[in-house]
């Protein structure tokens, strides 16, 4: 595994893989990473010839106030992790090789940068928006790996690669989790042991819903309540809603079509994020399925 710093020796790196006819697979991070970063890691080492993951904790997605300065970071055991799930390239830019003085150019996203995660952090899909949409630019990979975890990220994304004319296949892997069910997350690091048994109200609430949904549950206040029982544990519950998996507009009444359950919480000073996909028709469960370029 090569580990490279700079845009001009990842472009040189590239190019002979790119010469072979190699199929390049790429996995964005903000390092920390865990078996979550490693499932991205792995599908995309099974699918392409050459694996790129770059960490970069990116400025430009952090709003005033959030954990910016106090990111968890470990190089040494990312590469190890990386190493073990089949990168093959590892780009590790400074800040400033991303935002070189001057810079000043952005990608803003529409209107699926709203609601949820939107509402909260003002600018931040802006920004992951623009530093995703740089990363392509610079690796230019065939496929790029994204994680459901975050599923307003990778809708926004979808949506700036169909509405920007990228070449790229976005693939969305299901969230990984805890044996208990927590959702993997580099932030989890965060966590005291007692804030540990209360973040567990996240997933124990979606995954009540989503077994009520696979045993024919359609109401969408209904499975709001399943989902909203455990969450009197954290300390700020910032939004639990049910919407449209594509559009991620609210959804009520009867769900007739796949629907994403999301929610955002403080545990401390810990905002964690999850969400399941409740799809009525089996094909339409997994994310590729309902976000496919297709569909809208
Ligand atoms: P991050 O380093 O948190 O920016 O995450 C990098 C990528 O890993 C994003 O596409 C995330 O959605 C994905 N990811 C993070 N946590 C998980 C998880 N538990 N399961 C699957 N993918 C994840």
């Known amino acids: 595994m090569r580990v490279v710093r700079t845009i001009a020796d990842l472009r040189a790196l590239l190019r002979t893989h790119r010469e072979q006819g190699q199929r390049i697979g790429f996995v964005p991070t903000m390092g920390f990473l865990h078996e979550g970063h490693g499932a991205l890691i792995r599908q995309s080492a099974a699918r392409c010839d050459a694996t790129v993951v770059s960490i970069f904790v990116n400025p430009d997605q952090f709003g005033p106030g959030e954990d910016l300065a106090n990111y968890p970071r470990d190089l040494e055991r990312d590469q190890g992790l990386c190493l073990e799930t089949g990168a093959n390239v590892l780009f590790i830019p400074e800040v400033s090789e991303i935002y070189p003085t001057g810079f000043q150019t952005h990608v803003e996203p529409g209107r699926l940068a709203e609601p949820l995660c939107g509402q909260f952090r003002p600018g931040h899909f802006r920004g992951v928006a623009t530093v995703v949409a740089k990363l392509f630019h610079i690796v230019q ?25 990228m070449p790229v296949d976005v693939v969305v892997v299901p969230t990984i989790r805890e044996a208990d069910g927590l959702a993997l ?45 455990p969450l009197q544990q954290v300390d700020d519950l910032q939004y639990l809603e049910l919407v449209d998996a594509q559009t991620l507009e609210a959804h009520d009444g009867t769900v007739d079509r796949t629907v994403a359950l999301c929610v955002a919480a403080y545990v401390g000073t810990t905002r964690l994020i999850d969400n399941v996909v409740l799809s009525p028709s089996p094909e339409g469960a997994g994310l590729n399925v309902s976000l496919s370029p297709q569909a809208s």
């Open 185 to 229: 997350s580099s932030r989890n690091a965060y966590l005291k042991p007692e804030e540990r048994t209360r973040a567990l109200a996240l997933s124990l609430g979606l995954l009540a819903a989503k077994a009520a949904f696979d045993a024919g549950e359609r109401s969408t206040a209904r499975l709001l309540e399943l989902a909203q029982a």
């Open 141 to 165: 990979p065939d496929l790029a790996f994204f994680g459901q975890k975050d599923y307003q990220q990778a809708v926004v994304i979808r949506r700036m690669v169909r509405d920007l004319n």
